[in-house]
T-cell receptor, first 109, second 119 residues
Framework: GQNIDQPTEMTATEGAIVQINCTYQ??????LFWYQQHAGEAPTFLSY??LDGLEEKGRFSSFLSRSKGYSYLLLKELQMKDSASYLC??????????WGAGTKLIIKP | GAVVSQHPSWVICKSGTSVKIECRSL??????MFWYRQFPKQSLMLMAT?????????EQGVEKDKFLINHASLTLSTLTVTSAHPEDSSFYIC???????????????FGPGTRLTVL
């Protein structure tokens, strides 16, 4: 079956760095997405990886290893506004997104 | 970037009534639109996938006679919750994918969501 695993909740300190891991199993693979979702709002796109390696975009970076079925989202210089849920989603061979349950990130001052 | 709108943003209705939610792609043509439901503290759950001009494909466990989806044009899809009940109260989110996305990042663009409360 298809499955996405990510931690339920993480806590970090303002100004620090946090890494949110995601492992996936899908029928075929057309890329790995990370979305940010604040409470009561729709998800917003953060990153997309389809090739192995690290993609850096400002304070956020995303890494993919296709052979390991593994990705992580790295957030640097954490700000209070980064408190949100971070959703990992893998796209299968039918271009359908398989969603993880999300990781709630709590930022403490 | 591509913009997707949803209307209404929130709706409160009585049990037994029907509610229609609209999803529009504002600056691109959406060949495929997706409807999701999200309960509190849970992840997105795909309800159905709709392609313009054809019948929607529903996920297992989603009643197609209860959740009517119409993708009449390349910029509009509607979800109608028929005979709504309190257990249908949820956050409904649509997303859209354009033909260009298939050649690019395969990204889905999300609408802002509609919060439905059925009394």
């Amino acid at each position: 079956g298809q499955n996405i695993d990510q931690p339920t909740e993480m806590t970090a300190t303002e100004g620090a760095i946090v890494q949110i891991n995601c492992t996936y199993q899908t029928s075929g693979f057309n890329g790995l997405f990370w979305y940010q979702q604040h409470a009561g709002e729709a998800p917003t796109f953060l990153s997309y990886n389809v090739l192995d390696g690290l993609e850096e975009k400002g304070r956020f970076s995303s890494f993919l290893s296709r052979s390991k079925g593994y990705s992580y989202l790295l957030l640097k210089e954490l700000q209070m506004k980064d408190s949100a849920s971070y959703l990992c989603a893998a796209m299968d061979s039918n271009y359908q997104l398989i969603w993880g349950a999300g990781t709630k990130l709590i930022i403490k001052p | 970037g591509a913009v997707v709108s949803q209307h209404p943003s929130w709706v409160i209705c009585k049990s037994g009534t029907s509610v229609k939610i609209e999803c529009r792609s504002l600056d691109f043509q959406a060949t495929t639109m997706f409807w999701y439901r999200q309960f509190p503290k849970q992840s997105l759950m795909l309800m159905a996938t709709s392609n313009e001009g054809s019948k929607a494909t529903y996920e297992q466990g989603v009643e197609k006679d209860k959740f009517l989806i119409n993708h009449a044009s390349l910029t509009l899809s509607t979800l109608t919750v028929t005979s709504a009940h309190p257990e249908d109260s949820s956050f409904y989110i649509c997303s859209a994918r354009s033909l260009a996305s298939l050649r690019g990042s395969n990204e889905q663009f999300f609408g802002p969501g509609t919060r439905l409360t059925v009394l």
